[in-house]
C-alpha cells in the first residue's frame, strides 16, 4: 500500500470576488521510504499539495490518504495525532522552524515535552537527532548565532522529534546558498536511507531536484511529468546515472507534454495522434509523416 495517496485532488481559493484553481485533479502516489521532489514554477501548485499532506490545508474535492489516514474524514483527536506524530514540517524560512529564545536542545526536546516523554528520555533522543545533523557542538547555540545551514539543520531534528512516518519540507535550502544547500540534501539522503522516513520536498532548484530517485513535476495544478532515476555501473566499474522523463497520465486520459518538447517541435492548440501496435505517435497539426525539416512523432 502506498505511504501518501492523492486521489483527483482539487484546491480552490476565493479571493475577493475570483476564484483561484490552485490544484485541478491531481493524482499522486508515494511510496513507503521514498524520497521524491515535488518541481514546478511558482504558482504551479506544489506549496499547496504539501499544505493539504501536512494537515495545515483541506481539499476542496478529492481524497488524500497518508499513512492510512482520510485526511478529510479525521476527527480532532485523530488530527491532533497526526500532526504530532505521522507529519514532519520543515519551512523554508527559518524563522517558522524555530523558536528564537530556545537553544538547538531546547527546540529539539519541545515537541517531546508538547506529547509527554519524561525529562530524560526526550534529553537522549534530542542529543542524539542532533547527533544525526552534525550539530553535537551546537546543543546550547540559540538560532540567532547559527549559520542558515545551522538552522536548517536543527529544523530538521526537530521535525523529526516526534519520529513521523513522512517528512515534508517546502524549498528548505531556498535561503541557502548552493554548497550549504548540497549539504542539506545530503543530509536528508542520509535520513532517509537510515531511517527509512518517507520524504517529500518541494523545491524550485532542478540541480537539487536531481539527486534524488525521482522528480515530479507540477503544472497547472496537476502532475506533469515524472522523472525517474537509477544507477548503473559499467563493466569498468564506474557510476552513473539514467534519467529517464515521463508524461503522466490522468484518470481522463489526459496528459501534459514536456514544455522543452513542445517548444521544440512547434506544437500549439491541436495536434494529430497516429496509433500504431505498441505505441502512439504525436505530430503537429497538418504535418506529414516526418515529410518536412524538422517534423516527426513527438
Known sequence: MSQIVCDNLVKIYKVADLEVVALQGLDLLVETGEFIALVGASGSGKSTLLNILGGLDVPSAGRVVVAGHELADMGT?????????????????????????????????????????????????????????????????????????????????????????????????????????????????????????????ATHDALISDQVSRTVAIRDGR?????????????????????????????????QLPRAQVEALGLERRVRLELRDDHIEIWPDGSGNGSGPGEGPA
Open 223 to 255: 502532475v506533469s511529468s515524472e522523472v525517474l532515476r537509477q544507477r548503473h555501473v559499467s563493466e569498468e566499474g564506474d557510476h552513473h546515472v539514467v534519467a529517464t522523463e515521463y508524461a503522466v497520465l490522468d484518470r481522463a486520459g489526459r496528459l
Open 77 to 201: 483527536r485523530e488530527q491532533t495525532r497526526y500532526l504530532r506524530h505521522v507529519i514532519g514540517f520543515v519551512w523554508q524560512q527559518t524563522s517558522r522552524n524555530l523558536l528564537p529564545y530556545l537553544t538547538a536542545l531546547e527546540n529539539v526536546t519541545l515537541p517531546m515535552v508538547l506529547d509527554g516523554v519524561s525529562a530524560s528520555a526526550r534529553e537522549a533522543f534530542a542529543r542524539d537527532l542532533l547527533a544525526q545533523v552534525g550539530l553535537s557542538d551546537r546543543l546550547d547555540q540559540r538560532p540567532a548565532t547559527m549559520s542558515g545551514g545551522e538552522q536548517q539543520r536543527v529544523a530538521i531534528a526537530v521535525a523529526l522529534a516526534n519520529r513521523p512516518e513522512v517528512l515534508l519540507a517546502d524549498e528548505p535550502t531556498g535561503e541557502l546558498d548552493t554548497a550549504t544547500a548540497h549539504d542539506i540534501f545530503d543530509l536528508l539522503r542520509r535520513l532517509n536511507r537510515e531511517l527509512g522516513v518517507t520524504i517529500v520536498v
